[in-house]
């Protein structure tokens, strides 16, 4: 082999060695690309992660419930206090709770994504998480479809979706079928406390509202303006609803709803209209909640079953 055979034949290696190296770099570039995940949270920021979610950290005791209903309770290193669903969760690091975080004790465990309650948390204590540079998802639910949404995207941003999609389509279905059941009943007015002292409720923007829609009630506060307005007793006996709703912390509690017996002529009072719903299945965004649901529209059905007696 002459010299200069010897010499192409080196170029041509060295050629062919320089395109497999881009194709390489290509097919590298383009599967990191497809790993990169890019999501809109409720808060309408941009949340990028480079690959799925390995160390959450879960500030909301219902964002932890949810996490594991999309598949991804395992990858949750640190939640806050009354994280207590499933039961896997109580055994889960806590760093503070929705008023008082430990920032510290957050860094420490090196999270690359941290889920958040948009209207549970302080905003000071967030705003450090997020100088820090650590991906951030708020979380915010106002309708039950919502729900089936965030379990989708925790799914997405924890490498999850085998579980996560299902979890959602079942919860959806279940929804729809609800739904349908209660269509076209006639209206029951409903005044749900969420809280006696001050007196609280919620308006129509709260998923609490969704779901006594869902069951063919109608909120008499749905048009104040806060999300959950302090009121009167007197608005309330003005109002005159055919139910009062409330939450108990346990199976077999008032509720503190015998408050309301002073007056026997509302109507929620003359016709036994007074009922209360375990607080976890009513007031967390989880797929739970149609759990409460069920038992809201029972509840209504007994008021309208009990008309004209």
Known sequence: MSANVAARDADHRRIALVHWAL????????????AEIRLADDSGRSVTLKQPAQRIISLAPHMTELLFAAGAGAQVVGTVEYSDFPAAAQRIPRIGDSAQL?????????????VVWRKGNAQRQLDKLL???????????TRLSDIGRAVEQLGRLSGTEAVA??????????????RQRHAGRSLVTVFF???????????????ISDVI???????????????????SAEAVLAADPEAIGGVTAEAGQAGNLDMWKKWPRVR????DGLFVIPAELITRDTPRI????????????????????
Not at 23 to 34: F, H, N
Not at 102 to 114: G, H, Q, S, T, Y
Not at 166 to 173: E, L, N
Request: with cysteine.
């Open 131 to 141: 100088r820090l540079g650590i991906p951030v998802f708020y979380n915010a639910s």
């Open 102 to 114: 430990d920032l510290e004790r957050i860094v420490a465990l090196k999270p690359d994504l941290i």
């Open 23 to 34: 194709a390489a770099a290509l097919v590298l570039g383009s599967v990191a690309t497809a």
């Open 290 to 309: 149609l759990d409460g649901a069920l038992q809201l529209c029972e509840r209504l059905e007994a008021v309208r079953a009990g008309r004209g007696r």
């Open 268 to 271: 929620a009072v003359a016709r």
């Open 213 to 231: 829609r869902l069951c063919g009630g109608q909120n008499v506060f749905a048009e104040l303006k806060p999300l959950t307005p302090v009121i």
């Open 193 to 207: 406390q969420i809280w006696d002292k001050p007196l609280m409720t919620v308006n129509g923007d709260h998923l």
């Open 165 to 178: 999609l299902p979890t959602a389509r079942t919860f959806a279905a279940r929804e729809a079928e609800l």
